[in-house]
């Protein structure tokens, strides 16, 4: 930077600084709202690199639940078609009818386990499979 800028900025600063007394607090609070940012988003990141294998695992499990004989297509249309709800504000998502891995049963990733829910009734249902409703 150079100094001819330097003072300027200083000059405005201080012209700020003078015209609002609480201009000092503010930026304060800005500068902390920063910092506190950037810690979270280390925090996360830190927490990500720590449980890797969970992520991995995870996706392990549903790729290994995919049969070869799987129509991925149909399965992609789901997906797509899910998306195109959220997109118009509707908390929709991709539901497995039988739990991928349930207590006592496990389904498949395959396009006729898959149906569309509202966000909370599957949060409700979790890792369940109600033989009731099918």
């Not at 506190?36 to 449980?51: D, F, L, P, T, V």
């Not at 789901?78 to 497995?96: F, K, L, P």
């Amino acid at each position: 930077m150079r100094t001819s800028s330097r003072n300027d900025y200083q000059r405005e600063y201080m012209a700020k600084r003078r015209a609002d007394p609480s201009f000092r607090e503010k930026e304060y609070a800005r500068c902390r709202v920063l910092r506190r940012q950037s810690h979270i988003k280390a925090r996360r990141q830190a927490w990500y690199e720590e449980n890797l294998w969970r992520y991995r695992a995870y996706d392990a499990a549903r790729r290994s639940a995919q049969p070869a004989w799987a129509n991925r297509a149909v399965i992609e249309a789901i997906y797509e078609v899910a998306e195109a709800w959220r997109s118009t504000g509707v908390e929709v998502e991709v539901d497995h009818v039988i739990p991928l891995r349930g207590r006592f049963v496990s389904g498949l990733h395959v396009h006729e386990n898959l149906t569309i829910v509202p966000k909370t009734t599957n949060r409700r249902k979790r890792n369940n499979f109600d033989t009731l409703a099918r």
